[in-house]
C-alpha cells in the first residue's frame, strides 16, 4: 500500500509540474526581475570601485578631497565599457542635472596622456552637489526608485522629503488612475447588476443569448474593440449622428480624447467581469425569496434592498474587485481613446520601459500597483471570511 502511494504522489507531482513550471518562467520570474530592478542601483557602483571606498569617510557637507578626485579619475580611465559609463551618466545626471556634460567633457579629458586634475577640467568638480550624487548612487540598493513613483526623494540628510511639484507627477497620474478605475467600476455595477438580474430571471434559450451577448467582449481583441469605440465616439461616428439626427443636440458631443471617452470604452470591455461573478451568485438564491417578501407586504424596492441585495453582496464585491483590479492596468484604451490628460500609470510604465529605458521606474511603479492589488485582495479575503462565519 505504501508503495502504491508513493507512486500515486509521484504521479500528481509529475502532472501538476508542468503548471509550476509554466508560472515559474512566465510570471514568477519576470515578476521578480521586476521587482530586483526597482532596488537595485549598481550602474554607478561598477564603473566606480575605487571612488566608493574612498568616499566611504566623507562627509557631505564638505568639499570633495583630492584623494576622491584622484580616485574618480582612475576609475573613469579604467572604465572600457561606453555602455556602462552611458548608464552612470544616466543615472547621475537624473540625481543632478548637468552630469552629462560634465561626464562628457572629463572622459574626453583624461583619455589624453598629460590630463589635468578633475578641478581644472571643470570647476563643477568643486562643487559638493555632484559628489553628493555620486555618493548617493554608490549603494548597490536604493529606495529611490520607489519613493519617486510616490513623488517622494531623499534630501542630502538622508531624511525623506516631498519632490518639488514639477519634477515629477507620478501621484497624480496615480490618483487619475485610480479614480478612472473606480468610475469604470461603478458604471459596470450600474449596469452589470440590472443585467445580470434580468439573465438570472430567465431560461432556455434566452439566458444563452443574454449570456451570449455579455460575453461576445471576451471574444473580440481588446484593439478591435478600442478601434471599433474610436470610430463610433468620433464627432461623426454613430452616436452622434444619432444625436443629431434626432435633433437632441446640433452639435456633435465630445466623446473622444476625454475621459467620458475612456469609462465608455473601458465600461464595454470590463462589463462582463462585473456581470458573471454577480450572475453566478443570483441563481443561487432562491427565486421564492422576492414573492415571499412581496407577500408579507414588502415594497419591490424594500424587498430589493432589505432580501437580494444583501445576498448578492458577495458577487457584487467579486466583480467590482476584478472590474478594479484590471482597470487600474489599461493602457491601449486610454491611449487611444483618451486626452493627454487620461493617460493612465500604465502608460507611464511603457514611457519608462521603452522611452527612457529607465527600468527602476518602471518596476517600482509596477510594484505600487501590484501592492495595491494585493491589498485589495486581502481586503476582499477578511470580508469574505467574515461573511462565511456569520453563515
Known sequence: MSG????GHLSAIALVAPLFLFIA????????????QAVSDTAVLRILPQTA???AKWDPETPPTAEMKEALAADLRAADDRQAVGDMTRRLNSAQPGFRTLMSRTTRALRKDDAPPLSEIDERWDDPRFWQAITGALSPTTDRYLLAAVDLERDVSGNIVAMPEEASANRDIMIRTFWIGALVTLACLAIGFPYAMLIASTEGWKRQLLLGAV????????????????????????????????GISSEPLALIFNRTGVVIAMTHVLLPLMVLPIYSVLISIPGNLMPAAASLGAHPLRAFVRVLLPLSLRGVASGSLLVFMTAIGYYITPALIGGAGDQMISSVIAF????????????????????VTLLLYAVYGRLSAAEERRN
Do not use: C, E, H
Open 4 to 7: 502504491t502511494g508513493g507512486k
Open 25 to 36: 518562467v512566465f510570471f514568477l520570474w519576470p515578476l521578480g526581475t521586476m521587482m530586483s
Open 53 to 55: 571606498k574612498v568616499a
Open 215 to 246: 460575453l461576445l467582449p471576451l471574444w473580440t481583441s481588446l484593439l478591435v474593440r478600442t478601434a471599433a469605440w474610436f470610430i463610433i465616439l468620433q464627432d461623426n461616428g454613430l452616436i452622434n449622428a444619432v444625436i443629431t439626427g434626432l
Open 352 to 371: 519608462y520601459a521603452t522611452g527612457s529605458a529607465n527600468w527602476g521606474m518602471a518596476g517600482a511603479l509596477g510594484i505600487v500597483l501590484l501592492v
